[in-house]
């Protein structure tokens, strides 16, 4: 696929994780939770065995903070020009972002709105964290050597699923997990949860 095309898949990805199709042609479906999955699984990174970055979290979680497009801030904003307002850059800024990582390989990529439903702004509930629900995706990660990593997500886009991987690095001290690409570049950082927030069953 060509950058661009990349390049828009990973705005579906961080966007939204609801998709409807009724195609007989599709190589995936909207299951009872509302995730978009594959109808037969194939991802080149489950139970891919590599180096477990030691400096990983996978107790607490990380917050998307910082977006770039062609060296230009996306996430946060406030100030749209009319433009913005109709396209990808709004809808970022709509909902608050994040990973969870799990020592087997897998991890969860989701999202909250900015605000509550009373329009103030809203905070991680532990209910937040449970992998099946619309606003998920679930996906497998992998480190070639302990710092590196590789994430694969299965996503919606052009009429059919796409499997999209996706390369981060884990600085020195393990608080900060960059996504950078030949025009994006995001920033997470870790961010910590009550220790019995992790209670729910990783079995993907």
């Known amino acids: 696929m060509g950058a661009i095309v990349i390049r828009n898949i990973v705005f579906i990805i961080l966007i939204s994780f609801t998709f409807v199709s009724c195609s007989v042609l599709q ?22 065995q590599g180096v477990f970055p030691e400096l990983l979290d996978t107790t ?34 709509q909902a608050i972002r994040y990973l969870k990582f799990y020592p087997n390989g897998r991890c969860l ?16 509930k532990e209910t937040d964290l449970n ?32 499997y999209v991987i996706s390369h981060y690095t ?3 001290s393990g608080d900060t997990l960059i996504m950078q690409g030949k025009y994006l570049k995001i920033i997470y950082k870790k961010e910590t949860i009550p220790t019995n927030w992790n209670r729910y069953k990783i079995d993907w």
């Open 27 to 48: 190589n995936g479906y909207t299951n009872e939770d509302g995730e978009y999955v594959p109808k037969i699984p194939r991802f080149k990174l489950k139970d891919k």
């Open 60 to 93: 607490n979680i990380y917050r998307m903070v910082e977006m770039y497009d062609d060296g230009n801030l996306v996430y946060p904003k406030n100030n749209f020009s009319t433009e913005e307002r109709y396209s990808f850059i709004f809808e970022m800024n």
């Open 131 to 162: 992998p099946n629900n619309q606003h998920c995706s679930k996906n497998y990660y992998y480190s070639p050597n302990g710092k590196d990593i590789q994430m694969e997500s299965f996503v919606y886009g052009d009429g059919q699923g796409h």
């Open 170 to 172: 884990l600085d020195n």
């Open 109 to 124: 990529m989701f999202s909250i709105p900015i605000k509550d439903a009373f329009g103030m702004p809203n905070s991680l």
